[in-house]
């Protein structure tokens, strides 16, 4: 769509990836007039568009990490109502999968680690098992005879993000691709709207929600939002195989996710490189590598497409979510390597501090003044 020229929006969002087009859609919910802003050609193509759609907090569950997991819980939780409501109105599919999640040890280095791993996650009352090499294989016959067991997390699910996506941009409508924003204005306190190279737009509140460009956008006040690369490749089944795995498989080194139609996406390599989005050589071979001593029958797949994206991190690897310091400034970034098990959650928050309430208990702690020091 063309830049408007006239029209004063309740609320403009900057990023049409997961996170900026969940807020949007929310906030239209609400009755809200919102126009999305993205500075590529087309949608999610920041980290949306590379993302494997893992909704498996209980398996990325971490130690050191329990106050991200309840927000990561609850945002697993509103996946499959927020699913079948896009799904719904827009008349397209999310992809979304409630088939559970199995990590896989490929030695006993990998047991003993995943052993502790369970332990602390059953120690947060998380549904997680135990399972021994046998029962893993029987839940998964393609799996290696060398595996050493695996926690079996049934709760966990995945999702399409590229489908979700095109779903969110259908029902959104108002999104204006290709437009650079130069600056978020304001009159010293409050915002007053978002200049473009294409021309200003006037607006009531903004919600910065572009990934690991966010902090580019408000220097002084940003949170310290960075580029965290990771390299994911595309497979296909040939022929007459039939899909190798149903769950979300996942191992400490990659994790294999089924998109129930043939495809095949591994994932996902984790590197400082800044904003560099190369293909490697070497990033292919580790993922299959990893993925080949667990699951042997990947390299019968065919190899569809290699792609590079990078992940929004922050300090402690939890999401920024919530009002800037500038009044009318919403923060909806940072979501690491959650930004698909999020959306729904971040879009329902966002709408809500939109229309004044108050942040959620979940996101209390993990609100964007965490930061505030580490500016100064």
Same mark, same amino acid.
């Given at each position: 769509?063309?830049?408007?020229?006239?029209?004063?929006?309740?609320?403009?969002?900057?990023?049409?990836?997961?996170?900026?087009?969940?807020?949007?859609?929310?906030?239209?919910?609400?009755?809200?007039?919102?126009?999305?802003?993205?500075?590529?050609? /087309?949608?999610?193509?920041?980290?949306?568009?590379?993302?494997?759609?893992?909704?498996?907090?209980?398996?990325?569950?971490?130690?050191?990490?329990?106050?991200?997991?309840?927000?990561?819980?609850?945002?697993?939780?509103?996946?499959?109502?927020?699913?079948?409501?896009?799904? /719904?109105?827009?008349?397209?599919?999310?992809?979304?999968?409630?088939?559970?999640?199995?990590?896989?040890?490929?030695?006993?280095?990998?047991?003993?680690?995943?052993?502790?791993?369970? /332990?602390?996650?059953?120690?947060?009352?998380?549904?997680?098992?135990?399972?021994?090499?046998?029962?893993?294989?029987?839940?998964?016959?393609?799996?290696?005879?060398?595996?050493?067991?695996?926690?079996?997390? +049934?709760?966990?699910?995945?999702?399409? +993000?590229?489908?979700?996506?095109?779903?969110?941009?259908?029902?959104?409508?108002?999104?204006?691709?290709?437009?650079?924003?130069?600056?978020?204005?304001?009159?010293?306190?409050?915002?007053?709207?978002?200049?473009?190279?294409?021309?200003?737009?006037?607006?009531?509140?903004?919600?910065?929600?572009?990934?690991?460009?966010?902090?580019?956008?408000?220097?002084?006040?940003?949170?310290?939002?960075?580029?965290?690369?990771?390299?994911?490749?595309?497979?296909?089944?040939?022929?007459?195989?039939?899909?190798?795995?149903?769950?979300?498989?996942?191992?400490?080194?990659?994790?294999?996710?089924?998109?129930?139609?043939?495809?095949?996406?591994? &994932?996902?390599?984790?590197?400082?490189?800044?904003?560099?989005?190369?293909?490697?050589?070497? &990033?292919?071979?580790?993922?299959? @590598?990893?993925?080949? /001593?667990?699951?042997?029958?990947?390299?019968?797949?065919?190899?569809?497409?290699?792609?590079?994206?990078?992940?929004?991190?922050?300090?402690?690897?939890?999401?920024?979510?919530?009002? &800037? @310091?500038?009044?009318?400034?919403?923060?909806?970034?940072?979501?690491?390597?959650? %930004?698909?098990?999020?959306?729904?959650?971040?879009?329902?928050?966002?709408? %809500?501090?939109?229309?004044?309430?108050?942040?959620?208990? @979940?996101?209390?702690?993990?609100?964007?003044?965490?930061?505030?020091?580490?500016?100064?």
């Amino acid at each position: 769509m063309e830049l408007p020229r006239s029209k004063r929006y309740d609320a403009v969002v900057i990023g049409a990836g997961l996170i900026g087009l969940a807020c949007a859609w929310r906030a239209r919910r609400r009755g809200l007039s919102v126009l999305v802003i993205e500075r590529a050609r /087309e949608p999610a193509s920041g980290a949306s568009g590379v993302a494997a759609g893992m909704l498996a907090p209980v398996t990325e569950a971490d130690f050191g990490e329990d106050v991200p997991l309840l927000v990561n819980l609850a945002g697993r939780d509103r996946w499959p109502a927020f699913a079948a409501e896009l799904e /719904e109105v827009s008349g397209l599919p999310t992809g979304y999968r409630a088939g559970g999640a199995l990590v896989v040890a490929a030695d006993r280095d990998d047991a003993e680690a995943l052993r502790r791993l369970h /332990e602390f996650q059953r120690g947060l009352g998380l549904d997680t098992e135990w399972l021994p090499p046998s029962a893993c294989r029987r839940l998964e016959p393609g799996l290696s005879p060398r595996i050493a067991g695996g926690i079996l997390a +049934p709760q966990d699910a995945s999702a399409d +993000p590229r489908a979700t996506v095109a779903a969110l941009a259908s029902v959104v409508e108002q999104i204006a691709l290709g437009v650079d924003v130069e600056a978020i204005e304001s009159d010293g306190h409050r915002v007053t709207g978002v200049r473009t190279r294409a021309g200003a737009i006037e607006c009531e509140q903004v919600v910065v929600a572009a990934g690991a460009w966010s902090s580019a956008l408000l220097p002084d006040e940003a949170p310290p939002v960075r580029p965290v690369k990771g390299q994911i490749l595309e497979l296909r089944v040939r022929g007459a195989m039939a899909m190798p795995f149903e769950r979300v498989l996942r191992t400490p080194r990659c994790y294999l996710v089924s998109r129930g139609d043939g495809r095949v996406v591994l &994932g996902a390599t984790v590197e400082e490189q800044g904003f560099d989005t190369a293909v490697t050589a070497d &990033g292919v071979f580790r993922l299959l @590598e990893a993925a080949w /001593e667990v699951f042997p029958e990947v390299g019968e797949l065919e190899l569809v497409a290699a792609r590079a994206g990078l992940r929004p991190g922050t300090p402690d690897n939890a999401p920024v979510v919530g009002r &800037g @310091e500038l009044e009318g400034l919403v923060w909806a970034t940072g979501h690491w390597r959650n %930004g698909v098990l999020l959306a729904p959650l971040t879009g329902q928050v966002v709408a %809500g501090l939109l229309a004044g309430e108050p942040l959620p208990d @979940e996101f209390a702690a993990l609100a964007p003044a965490r930061f505030a020091r580490a500016r100064a």
